[in-house]
């Protein structure tokens, strides 16, 4: 994995987002998306570079990196939900090729079976995006997550719930999701990893320091991978 240190959040932002526009207009057809707050600035940036200059987006497929289990159909927090506005609809890319893991089917262990039966199906992913968890989770993918995890249903972690909070707006978040398991993620072609800010200072100078997998820092299994990128504000890798 290669590491980048900017600047800033927003030099991240900027970097992320033109990473992937040069991905997406080398005919990327499967993108791999992850959500929360490290994302939107990126796929805003994204969505004004693809205004300015639009690329093809007809071949694209966007799939998702994990969803909350237990939110009603059409819920705002819903990932899926959150893709569709954020980058999906602006981009063009019509909600039959957004893609997520079936969270209201009554066998779970089915429907993460038959999502990463989907990658496979799509070709695999060209380009997995990840952001990082306080705790070092990728997707979630929590602390003692294994490497040769698949698609799964999994309980959030305490920390993990605390700070995915501020989203729900008073409520309390889901304690359960589905998520690529570490496996999966390390299938895409490409991987992308963006933290920046204080928050994500303690779990990224972890990951600086461990190159070889911890499953008490998930991410560290991305060193495994041969074509990564983490790109990192100097607020987060700095010293
Ligand atoms: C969340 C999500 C991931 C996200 C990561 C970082 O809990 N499971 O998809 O990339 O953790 O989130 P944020 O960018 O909001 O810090």
């Known amino acids: 994995m290669i590491v980048q240190v900017v600047e800033s959040a927003s030099n991240a932002s ?4 033109r990473l992937i526009e040069a991905q997406l ?3 990327v057809s499967v993108l791999g998306v992850a959500t929360g707050s490290t994302f939107q600035p990126v796929y805003e940036r994204l969505v004004s ?3 300015q ?3 093809d987006t007809q071949p694209l497929h966007i799939v998702l990196l994990d969803e909350y289990v237990g939110l009603s159909v059409g819920h705002y927090n819903r990932y899926r939900s959150e893709i569709i506005r954020a980058l999906a609809g602006p ?5 039959q090729r957004v893609h997520a893991p079936d969270v209201d089917a009554s066998d779970l262990d089915q429907a993460c079976r038959q999502y990463d039966e989907l990658l496979t199906g799509l070709g695999g992913v060209d380009l997995q995006l990840l952001g990082l968890g306080r705790n070092g989770h990728i997707g979630f993918n929590e602390p003692g997550a294994d490497l040769s ?13 605390e700070s995915n909070k501020s989203f729900f707006s008073g409520s309390e978040p889901p304690r359960q999701a589905v998520t690529q398991g570490i496996a999966t993620i390390l299938d895409a072609r490409e991987v992308l990893l963006v933290a920046t800010g204080s928050e994500k200072r303690s779990a990224v100078q972890r990951l600086l320091c461990r190159h070889t997998f911890d499953p008490d820092l998930p991410a560290t299994a991305l060193w495994q991978h041969k074509s990564g990128t983490a790109i990192f504000d100097r607020t987060a890798a700095g010293p």
Do not use: D, I, M, N
Not at 14 to 17: K, L, V
Not at 91 to 95: S, T
Not at 149 to 161: F, G, S, Y
């Open 91 to 95: 981009l063009g890319v019509p909600p």
């Open 25 to 27: 207009r080398q005919g």
């Open 53 to 55: 200059r639009p690329f």
């Open 49 to 51: 570079a693809h205004r």
């Open 149 to 161: 995890a698949r698609t799964r249903l999994v309980q959030l972690a305490r920390e993990t719930r």
């Open 14 to 17: 900027e970097s992320a987002a």
